[in-house]
């Protein structure tokens, strides 16, 4: 699909979306593949029983899909639990993991004035301390034609497996 077809295709999701977006009015400047970036953050468990979560990794692809950022993350109290069914993450990716504090800084730098786009991405935001704008924020659980054209309920929460393995054939997570 030409950069132009998905501009199109992105306005569409916009104007059907989730409601949070309805009267924004995107301009050409909104619509370069220079504005996108996508994030997905893994996080393991600290503090008591290890029910709180940090940040772990955080991994940052550009418009193209080319990563731009991908590191490990050192969170700010002891890990309790890797969590690494789900994270991947052991304590051998720990030994080159830079500070929170750093990460974050290089993290928010690179989202800066970026529509950034992710799957459930208030848990990415939470992890990294942060607040990104909704109206430059695209997450893919929360966007019904989506959902609609993966053939399952509108309403529902929708895992991005679920997601990938609808619309794109593809199975991810094994």
């Known amino acids: 699909a030409s950069p132009d077809s998905i501009a199109r295709h992105h306005s569409v999701l916009l104007a059907?979306?989730?409601?949070?977006s309805k009267g924004v009015q995107m301009s050409p400047r909104l619509l370069r593949p220079g504005k996108y970036v996508?994030?997905?953050?893994?996080?393991?468990?600290?503090?008591?029983?290890?029910r709180l979560s940090e940040l772990a990794r955080c991994s940052v692809v550009n418009y193209e899909g080319d990563v731009i950022y991908d590191k490990y993350v050192q969170?700010?109290?002891p890990i309790v639990d890797y969590r690494t069914r789900w994270s991947g993450i052991t304590r051998q990716h720990m030994k080159s993991a830079i500070p929170f504090?750093?990460?974050?800084a290089e993290i928010l730098k690179i989202l800066k004035d970026k529509i950034v786009v992710g799957h459930a991405i208030h848990n990415d935001f939470q992890a990294l301390k942060y607040f990104h704008p909704k109206d430059r924020t695209r997450d893919t659980s929360q966007i019904p034609m989506l959902k609609q054209r993966a053939g399952l309920p509108?309403?529902?929460?929708?895992?991005?497996?679920?997601?990938?393995?609808?619309?794109l054939r593809k199975k991810i997570q094994v």
């Open 75 to 77: 969170p700010e109290l």
């Open 101 to 104: 504090k750093t990460a974050q």
């Open 38 to 50: 996508a994030i997905d953050c893994e996080m393991v468990g600290t503090g008591p029983q290890g």
């Open 154 to 167: 509108v309403r529902a929460s929708v895992s991005l497996k679920s997601l990938a393995g609808h619309l």
């Open 16 to 20: 059907q979306g989730n409601g949070s």
